[in-house]
């Protein structure tokens, strides 16, 4: 990937996500959703769990816009942390909106086990399977 002038943005970026102002993190996330830069995936997973509605939605907005590069770090969080329900939200959000195309079947157990009755039980089941066929 060529390097992009706004690349020099995503690093301080990606440490306003842990200010304790809100509005930091809200303009943060924007902004990484806007960029849609793979290198600030992570750390938009780990906005998916942020205290404020808000940045959880721009963190998954940007997943979305990454696309499938987003999908191996956001997989692993899944198998890792099925217990949290924002977590699971923005997933399902994301593997909602994003372009999935040839991997549609392998994204699908996913998304059904994020709608199961027991997710925490489902979740990583599904993650693991697709994180697999993934690589």
Same mark, same amino acid.
Not at 24 to 47: G, M
Not at 53 to 73: K, N, Q, Y
């Given at each position: 990937?060529? +390097? !992009?002038?706004? &690349?020099?943005?995503?690093?301080?970026? =990606?440490?306003?996500?842990?200010? &304790?102002?809100?509005?930091?993190?809200?303009?943060?996330?924007? /902004?990484?959703?806007?960029?849609? /830069?793979? /290198?600030?995936?992570?750390?938009?997973?780990?906005?998916?769990?942020?205290?404020?509605?808000? =940045?959880? +939605?721009?963190?998954?907005?940007? !997943?979305?816009?990454?696309?499938?590069?987003?999908?191996?770090?956001?997989?692993?969080?899944?198998?890792?942390?099925?217990?949290? =329900? +924002?977590l699971r939200e923005g997933a399902h959000h994301v593997l909602h909106e994003v372009d999935r195309g040839s991997l549609d079947k392998v994204l699908k157990p996913v998304m059904k086990s994020l709608e199961a009755p &027991?997710?925490?039980?489902? =979740?990583?089941?599904?993650?693991?399977?697709?994180? &697999?066929?993934?690589?």
């Amino acid at each position: 990937m060529p +390097w !992009l002038p706004w &690349e020099r943005a995503v690093r301080p970026l =990606v440490k306003a996500l842990h200010n &304790e102002k809100h509005w930091v993190r809200w303009e943060a996330a924007k /902004s990484l959703s806007q960029i849609a /830069s793979p /290198s600030s995936t992570q750390a938009l997973v780990n906005a998916l769990e942020d205290n404020e509605f808000d =940045v959880r +939605w721009l963190a998954a907005e940007g !997943l979305t816009h990454i696309g499938r590069p987003a999908l191996t770090s956001l997989l692993t969080a899944l198998i890792k942390r099925p217990q949290s =329900v +924002w977590l699971r939200e923005g997933a399902h959000h994301v593997l909602h909106e994003v372009d999935r195309g040839s991997l549609d079947k392998v994204l699908k157990p996913v998304m059904k086990s994020l709608e199961a009755p &027991e997710p925490t039980v489902a =979740v990583p089941i599904a993650a693991r399977k697709a994180l &697999e066929a993934l690589r």
